[in-house]
């Protein structure tokens, strides 16, 4: 079975502070993909990275970064120096590549940013 | 490309009524996708398609209807709603397994 796991619930910061939102996912595919959605209030989902199961390189997009451990079985997203317009709520997700799995998404529960002024 | 569209934005049901919430893409996707979005639970997979002609059902599809007749439409059936069945409803579409899932801007359903 796949799961994604987003054990923050709400995590509140201060502009300027850095925040790291966590992810664990577990499955027995050997290949899969990750990715990372972020939900403004307005409410459309916004996709952030796609990350490949044979690719652990971090990757850094301005003041985003990822850090993919398949060790750990995690995928962490940073934002350094946060800003009010990061508040959002950012969700984590999972899709398999074995047994027909396309276009199946197994989100984490999300974690809710609030970036204070 | 206008994406993915979904209609209507905004639905109010009763109990026992039926409606279809309709998803098309233009990008020519192979693969479509809808999911509910309850709080505190993420975004739920309800049926999916890898095809025209073909569907399948995700982790909570009681109560829904699917069919892909053509490639752009994947329309979402409520037989008959009842209020467990008021969320958010995403559809999404991708273009191959290795290719991101873009999503629509969501319909919310209410049902009294």
């Known amino acids: 079975a796949q799961k994604v796991t987003q054990a923050q619930t709400e995590i509140s910061v201060v502009e300027k502070e850095d925040v790291t939102l966590d992810c664990v996912y577990e499955?027995?595919?050997?290949?899969?993909?990750l990715f990372w959605y972020k939900q403004p209030p307005s409410g459309e989902l916004v996709f952030l990275i796609r990350?490949?199961?044979?690719?652990?390189q971090n990757e850094i997009s301005g003041r985003y970064s990822w850090n993919f451990q398949k060790s750990t079985s995690s995928f962490n997203f940073t934002i350094t120096a946060s800003q009010v317009v990061d508040s959002a709520v950012y969700f984590c997700?999972?899709?398999?590549?074995?047994?027909?799995?396309?276009?199946?998404?197994?989100f984490g529960q999300g974690t809710e940013l609030s970036v204070k002024p | 490309n206008a994406g993915v569209t979904q209609t209507p934005k905004f639905q109010v049901l009763k109990t026992g009524q039926s409606m279809t919430l309709q998803c098309a893409q233009d990008?020519?996707?192979?693969?479509m996708s809808w999911y509910r979005q309850d709080p505190g639970m993420g975004l739920r997979l309800i049926h999916y398609?890898?095809?025209?002609?073909?569907?399948d059902q995700g982790e909570v599809p009681n109560g829904y209807n699917v069919s892909r007749s053509t490639t752009e439409d994947f329309p979402l059936r409520l037989l008959s709603a009842a209020p467990s069945q008021t969320s958010v409803y995403f559809c999404?579409?991708?273009?191959?397994?290795?290719?991101?899932?873009?999503f629509g801007p969501g319909t919310r359903l209410l049902v009294l």
């Open positions: 999404a579409s991708q273009g191959q397994l290795k290719e991101t899932q873009y």
């Open positions: 990350r490949n199961s044979f690719d652990e």
């Open positions: 398609s890898v095809g025209a002609g073909i569907t």
């Open positions: 990008m020519n996707h192979e693969y």
């Open positions: 997700a999972l899709s398999g590549e074995m047994n027909n799995q396309g276009g199946k998404l197994i």
């Open positions: 499955t027995r595919d050997t290949t899969y993909y």
